[in-house]
């Protein structure tokens, strides 16, 4: 079997690859894509979006051979801020189609080899920012590339003869910012509340995107360099800080995430068949990985959304039907989420949103919506959603699936912390410490729901902080 589907020509490949260079000239070498881009700040000395745009319109070739195509992680912020609204990710997902097909796996290779320097859970990293399903690259070259990782990367053991470090949360940020300071020398425990490590990446990711497999070897191997991990042990309950300060750890970082979801709202959100987007996307890749009843509902317009909706109709939905309240130009979810959601079959509706659940002894059978129609802009600067009076209608379904949003869960923190927007904590930017002396965080709790570069770069600054504050006090 071929490691990617075949382009059907080479006519073909040659089509695709002068359309994206002829897009690439567009290019202003205004620099705000390299500027916006976490994958700089990450590997400043290997990746720089406008230097590959410019690259691409000289030499198309040694750009598809070079390792530089396999940096970016798709999170749309350099299409944000350009001001010729230039599609890099999109562009990027199809270079990556043309490199493979051309080149094999080499470019990408090197790629790794130098990303597994820097971050210690590698093959997560990268299966879910390059997103190889959009690509249709075998499971098996992830796994293969794994497999070689563990085979020629040094075990290594850290000295922790340094103070004690409390971890709370083993997500992305809290994996990073662990390994960080321990080979920096000091006794890492991580506290995770679910039975498994890896936060989101456990959790949140669908397993045909990310082997639940793959992201608890990769997280032996950190525990194997000697970061405690301790799982069913919830921050607040469980372990207080009050008692990790008794306990004599000299700084805490808190990593726990954004896993408190928004609710509509309305009743019938206990219905059996309503589910958090969370809570459905875990049922799918712990339990049975398969959808109890024929359709799916899915409320919202983000990333998240596209993603329980894609799953769904992945994991046995015979339809799945995602609802927005405003237009597709309004719509948060990156635009190449939005097209691998509609490849898998999802129907989107706009301007229609909920307004009741129903059902029969508690169990969800009809949800009841509205047409609504876009009013004056709101505090966002997008136009407001204005209910359509006496639109009402019902939608038959067997699931429902609220996907608005998610917070952090502000009943594990201590009462002193400072929070602001959405219940995320309120940091120095500079050092990632909290209100509390001694206290910071990192990655989405922080941030609110945002990308794994950007988890790994406050845990960065995070174990850098922490490193300073225990030298300084």
Request: charged share 25%; glycine share 8%; hydrophobic share 35%.
């Given at each position: 079997m071929s490691e990617i589907s075949e382009i059907s020509t080479r006519e073909e490949t040659d089509i695709i690859l002068d359309e994206i260079v002829?897009?690439?000239?567009?290019?202003?070498?205004?620099?705000?894509?390299?500027?916006?881009?976490?994958?700089?700040?990450?590997?400043?000395?290997?990746?720089?979006?406008?230097?590959?745009?410019?690259?691409?319109?000289?030499?198309?070739?040694?750009?598809?051979?070079?390792?530089?195509?396999?940096?970016?992680?798709?999170?749309?912020?350099?299409?944000?801020?350009?001001?010729?609204?230039?599609?890099?990710?999109?562009?990027?997902?199809?270079?990556?189609?043309?490199?493979?097909?051309?080149?094999?796996?080499?470019?990408?290779?090197?790629?790794?080899?130098?990303?597994?320097?820097?971050?210690?859970?590698?093959?997560?990293?990268?299966?879910?920012?390059?997103?190889?399903?959009?690509?249709?690259?075998?499971?098996?070259?992830?796994?293969?590339?794994?497999?070689?990782?563990?085979?020629?990367?040094?075990?290594?053991?850290?000295?922790?003869?340094?103070?004690?470090?409390?971890?709370?949360?083993?997500?992305?940020?809290?994996?990073?910012?662990?390994?960080?300071?321990?080979?920096?020398?000091?006794?890492?425990?991580?506290f995770e509340s679910h039975s498994d490590p890896g936060g989101m990446f456990t959790v949140a990711i669908p397993e045909y995107r990310l082997p639940l497999k793959i992201v608890l070897d990769e997280i032996n191997q950190i525990r194997d360099s000697g970061i405690e991990i301790r799982t069913n042990t919830k921050f607040g309950r469980d372990i207080t800080l009050d008692q990790m300060l008794k306990d004599n750890y000299r700084a805490i970082l808190l990593a726990s995430g954004a896993h408190a979801c928004k609710e509509l709202g309305i009743k019938g959100e206990d219905f059996q068949g309503v589910y958090t987007t969370l809570e459905f996307l875990a049922a799918l890749k712990f339990k049975n990985k398969k959808v109890t009843g024929k359709t799916v509902v899915v409320i919202g317009g983000g990333n998240t959304a596209m993603d329980a909706a894609a799953a769904a109709m992945r994991y046995g939905a015979k339809e799945a039907t995602l609802l927005y309240r405003r237009t597709r130009e309004e719509m948060p979810a990156d635009m190449n989420e939005i097209r691998e959601a509609e490849k898998e079959g999802v129907q989107i509706r706009f301007l229609e949103a909920p307004v009741g659940i129903h059902g029969v002894k508690s169990k969800l059978s009809q949800l009841e919506c509205m047409k609504m129609q876009l009013g004056e802009p709101d505090l966002t600067g997008r136009r407001k959603p204005v209910p359509v009076e006496g639109s009402n209608f019902i939608l038959e379904t067997d699931n429902l699936v609220i996907a608005i949003g998610e917070k952090p869960q502000t009943e594990s923190f201590p009462a002193k912390i400072a929070t602001g927007k959405d219940d995320t904590i309120l940091v120095n930017p500079m050092t990632m410490e909290t209100s509390i002396p001694g206290v910071f965080a990192a990655g989405d709790n922080v941030l609110g729901p945002a990308t794994v570069p950007d988890a790994i770069i406050g845990a960065r600054r995070a174990a850098s902080g922490i490193e300073n504050y225990i030298k300084t006090s």
């Open positions: 002829s897009q690439a000239y567009h290019c202003m070498e205004c620099g705000r894509c390299t500027g916006s881009c976490p994958m700089v700040e990450l590997f400043p000395n290997d990746f720089h979006p406008h230097h590959l745009l410019s690259d691409l319109t000289k030499d198309p070739e040694k750009v598809l051979k070079g390792p530089e195509l396999w940096y970016c992680a798709s999170c749309y912020k350099c299409n944000a801020r350009c001001p010729q609204a230039l599609e890099y990710p999109y562009f990027i997902m199809q270079l990556r189609r043309l490199a493979v097909k051309k080149n094999g796996m080499v470019p990408l290779r090197k790629a790794f080899n130098r990303i597994r320097t820097e971050i210690p859970f590698p093959v997560s990293f990268l299966s879910v920012c390059i997103h190889p399903e959009r690509i249709n690259m075998e499971p098996s070259i992830l796994e293969k590339l794994f497999r070689d990782h563990q085979s020629s990367k040094k075990k290594v053991k850290f000295r922790t003869t340094g103070p004690k470090i409390g971890v709370v949360g083993s997500g992305p940020a809290g994996l990073m910012g662990a390994y960080e300071l321990g080979k920096k020398g000091y006794q890492v425990t991580i």
